[in-house]
């Protein structure tokens, strides 16, 4: 493992990574820092395709030192689809869809699980909590089963009906509250307080190694376009830490000098019903506050007040990328439209990207004969009140 340790983006302070760590003394989330001279004389990119296709092909890169500790249901490596029929509609030629919908749990949050788990695991974890909007909470009850940890799941009690069963059926302390994601999160605040130590708070950002999980997606990218980068990557943003992680996998494989200096510009995507990052770069803020009253059919997206805003707007304008806010109405018939193009069926928060891709291209923003990727970060089938199935005429006997 070439894992080194811990640094806090805000204020640089470096922490110790073989010991359990939360957010830096102030406030920020901390990330997981490699010695990349060092793994690069043992590995070169044309290895990866050798190895099994999973995301543990980038072990080198990846904080589980021990394989036994390894978690894994064989989450990774999920196909990127070209989609030429919904892309001439909308200007694109080369838009490409990355579909997260095939991974283990059905959603993207299997990778932040695999890696964040086993790492816990490492660390002597034996339980886990963490509040979510749903996908999440499914994906660690999972992945803490099979390591032998428990897990005690938050969630709103709007979250999807599925994402609840899923926990159950995993065997999870399952704890429904009326309200957002933020009062779940508080409610696990409450638990990890009083436990003495014994419960691990693994929210979003507040642990450092989902992150890792997140970053694999960007590795395949590249990966998957023969060590190329796109030109554009978008990406439904909640907590962002999907985004945060390309961006960090992007970085990484510039030190590595496996891609170019030229990053793909970055696109985070929210609802005009809950929107604080695309406020907060469009004012030139460093952080976003609260969304109030905070709705929307992607619920995936409904972060209020994301722990990890500053390090999604630094990657925005790293980038030269952008954040724009997309309605429900635009979401739901983006997503029917390409399912009827593409035979695909996405999820909301994914369709919602497509929706950010057509106005994107029309407003010039995407170039002609520019390279898109969608991130799809969950199965369309997971949500089935998206599609209207009740004017279907029913056939006499």
Aim: hydrophobic share 45%.
């Amino acid at each position: 493992m070439y894992l080194t340790h811990l640094e806090c983006p805000r204020c640089g302070r470096e922490h110790d990574a073989g010991v359990l760590q939360n957010l830096c003394e102030c406030g920020s989330p901390l990330l997981a820092r490699y010695d990349l001279a060092a793994a690069a004389r043992v590995v070169e990119p044309e290895r990866f395709g050798l190895r099994p296709a999973d995301l543990w092909r980038y072990r080198e890169l990846l904080p589980v030192a021990d394989p036994r500790n390894v978690t894994t249901l064989g989450e990774g490596w999920t196909p990127m689809l070209r989609v030429p029929a919904y892309g001439a509609d909308i200007g694109i030629d080369e838009l490409l869809v990355k579909d997260e919908g095939l991974t283990p749990t059905g959603s993207f949050k299997a990778r932040g699980a695999a890696v964040g788990v086993s790492r816990a695991r490492e660390l002597g974890v034996r339980r886990i909590a963490m509040p979510t909007n749903g996908n999440a909470g499914a994906a660690w009850a999972t992945y803490a089963t099979r390591a032998g940890l428990g897990a005690t799941i938050v969630m709103p009690l709007s979250a999807p009906t599925i994402c609840r069963q899923e926990c159950l059926a995993a065997g999870a302390d399952l704890r429904l509250v009326d309200g957002l994601i933020g009062d779940a999160g508080r409610q696990v605040a409450a638990l990890v307080a009083a436990s003495d130590g014994t419960v691990f708070d693994a929210g979003t950002l507040r642990e450092p190694y989902r992150l890792e999980g997140k970053k694999t997606m960007g590795f395949e990218i590249v990966e998957q376009l023969g060590w190329q980068v796109p030109d554009v990557i978008i990406y439904p943003t909640g907590g962002g830490v999907g985004l945060i992680g390309i961006h960090k996998a992007l970085g990484e494989l510039r030190e590595l000098g496996w891609v170019e200096d030229k990053l793909p510009r970055l696109v985070a995507v929210q609802s005009t019903g809950c929107a604080p990052i695309v406020r907060a770069f469009a004012a030139g803020d460093d952080r976003a506050r609260p969304w109030e009253d905070a709705h929307t059919v992607a619920f995936g997206i409904t972060v209020p007040a994301p722990l990890g805003d500053e390090l999604i707007l630094a990657a925005l304008r790293a980038t030269a990328g952008t954040a724009i806010a997309v309605d429900d109405a635009e979401i739901l018939t983006d997503l029917r439209d390409f399912a009827a193009r593409e035979g695909l069926l996405l999820c909301p928060e994914g369709a919602a990207c497509l929706t950010a891709a057509r106005r994107l291209r029309a407003c010039g923003w995407i170039r002609a004969g520019e390279r898109v990727v969608v991130l799809n970060t969950g199965a369309g089938v997971k949500y089935p009140e998206t599609i209207d199935v009740s004017g279907v005429p029913v056939l006499p006997r």
